[in-house]
Each structure stands twice: as C-alpha cells, then as structure tokens.
C-alpha cells in the first residue's frame, strides 16, 4: 500500500483499527528513518523531549545558537520551536530557523508554553504564527488564549485551566486564521485543520505530574509529520496516541510520576505492532 493510500484509508474509514495499523506504519516509519529533528526549547525540557524522540526512533538535536542556523536547520528534518524558558536572545535564533525551515520546505512546529504569561510572550508568539507553522500543540488554555490573541487574566503559568473540549472551537478558529493543524492536549486530545476535527484518547492523568510530557509530545509530531509530510493531521494524531500509549504502558509499572517518565520512555522505545494496533484510540469527531 502507497503511503497516501494509508493516509486516505484513516480519514475517509475512522474506524479505531484503521487507526492503529496507521500509527504503526508511522512508527515504523520514524524508526526507520530515524528523522533529524532540531529543538529550539526550553531548559526545562531538553531531556524528556531529546529522551522522547530518542526512544520513538528518531534523532534529537537541540541547536539554537544563531551562529549555527544556516549551516545546520536546512539539514534538520523537521523543526521544534517551544516558548517555555523564551529570552529576546533566543527569538532571532527561532525567526531564523524558521525562515531556514520554510526555504528547506521542512515543516516547522510551535508549542507556545505559557504563551499568556507576558505581552513580551504574546507578540513573539503571533508572530511566529504568523510564518506559517505545519503544527501548534498547547494545552487548552494555550490554545484558547492565543486563538483569542489576547492576555487572559486567570492563566498565566505553564499548566492549564481548562479541559481539552473547551479549547475546540478555539483550536478551529486558530487552525483557519494561521494555516497550521492545530492539536490541543488532554485527557481527550484533539486535532483540527479549521474543518475536521479528529480525537486521540490515549494517556493517563498522572502524565500532567511530570514537567514537560506537553513539549516533548510536540517534539514527537514534529518526528512523525517529518516522515508523512503530506498529511500533518494524521501524523499528529498518530503522534498524540503513541506518546499516549506509551503513557499508558508506563502507567502499569509506575508508582508515581518519577517512576512514570522512566517506565513511559522505556513503553515508547519498546511498542510492538500489536499493541499500537490494538490500543490506539483515534477516532474522527466531525
Ligand atoms: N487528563 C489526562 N488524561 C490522559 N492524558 C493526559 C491528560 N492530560 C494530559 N494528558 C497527556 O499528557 C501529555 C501532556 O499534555 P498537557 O496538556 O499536560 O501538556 P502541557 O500542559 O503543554 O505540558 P508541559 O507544559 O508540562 O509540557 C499529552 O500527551 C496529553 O495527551
Ligand atoms: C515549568 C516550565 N517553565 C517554563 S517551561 C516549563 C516546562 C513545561 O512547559
Ligand atoms: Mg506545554
């Protein structure tokens, strides 16, 4: 079967086992590939998210020197920019590799951590958007207040306020004003291009407990849309599912959140075929 046929297969039949076999065959498919992907993130992050792609099959690097762009984005496979721990130093560097992403036709996408937290946060944000993100994943509250593009009073920190379903028809409207698919995080994560909006349901709770599952889960959609960039929606939510299920596997040998992020790292590098096809939840919503 053709990679757009697999494409085609998922969306036009929802049904949960088609799914599956899709994730697999993208999983497959970055371990194989093992795709560059380049990480303009936060301090807090950088082991999980490298850890994550590492285990996923793929290849980390986290590069953000301005002096470094020009030589080494256009070699990347995909591009990661996160706001978390964002300083004026670091954002000519994030223009800059976008710029180089766009003129390498590599996809390039945004997490906009705590993207209310400060006016300072809120402009570079928008104008990151406005270069034409693949992907923007954010929990909730990310989404909903930069969809608005507005400073909302009651979340300004990194965690959020408000349940994925809330944040839908945000998402929509983000997705239609910006071009990008635009996935909000959850017990349900959801993923929309501005029409269609498909739902992931894989994870545990105890995922919100260890910093950071949020970055390095949009470090694993870049991976996967790096391998099927003809279909970023599908590659998102099959991206969301796996980091999900990994989750879930972990779950089952985890005692906490310490022992989660170890027993979830290990479930990701270790996924068979048969419990990514009989386990991931995707299903299309509208
Ligand atoms: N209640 C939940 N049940 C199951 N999975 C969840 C739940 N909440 C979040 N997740 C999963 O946890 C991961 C991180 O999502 P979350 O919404 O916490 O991101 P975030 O707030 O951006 O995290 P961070 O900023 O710490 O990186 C995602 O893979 C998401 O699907
Ligand atoms: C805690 C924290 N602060 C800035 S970035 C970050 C990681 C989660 O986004
Ligand atoms: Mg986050």
Avoid: Y
Wanted: aromatic share 4%; hydrophobic share 50%.
């Amino acid at each position: 079967m053709s990679d757009m046929a697999g494409g085609e297969e998922a969306a036009a039949d929802g049904s949960a086992a088609r799914w599956g076999r899709r994730a697999w065959e993208l999983l497959e498919r970055v371990r194989a590939r093992a795709p560059l992907v380049q990480c303009i993130t936060n301090f807090v992050s950088m082991d999980l998210m490298a850890n994550a792609l590492l285990a996923a099959g793929a290849s980390p690097a986290m590069v953000h020197s301005l002096c470094e762009i020009d030589d080494f984005t256009p070699r990347a496979d995909a591009l990661c920019v996160n706001l978390g721990t964002l300083s004026d130093g670091w954002l000519p560097s994030m223009r800059a590799a976008v710029a180089a992403a766009a003129r390498s036709s590599r996809p390039w996408i945004l997490d906009p951590v705590a993207v209310s937290a400060s006016e300072f946060r809120m402009e570079a944000c928008l104008g990151l958007v406005a270069l034409w993100p693949t992907v923007i994943r954010g929990n909730p509250s990310e989404i909903i207040a930069l969809s608005s593009a507005c400073r909302v009073r009651d979340s300004k920190g990194v965690d959020s306020f408000h349940e994925s379903p809330d944040a839908v028809e945000s998402a929509k409207s983000l997705a239609q004003s910006s071009g990008a698919i635009v996935a909000v995080s959850g017990a349900t994560d959801f993923i929309t291009d501005g029409q269609i909006v498909v739902a992931a349901q894989n994870g545990v709770a105890m995922m919100q407990k260890i910093t950071a599952t949020g970055c390095a889960v949009t470090a694993l959609i870049a991976a996967f849309v790096a391998v099927e960039p003809s279909n970023p929606l599908e590659a998102t939510s099959c991206a969301l599912s796996i980091f999900g299920l990994a989750g879930e596997l972990g779950m089952e040998m985890a005692n906490g959140p310490a022992s989660l992020r170890v027993h979830m790292i290990d479930s990701l590098h270790g996924l068979h075929e048969h419990t990514v096809a009989s386990r991931v939840k995707i299903s299309l919503v509208s």
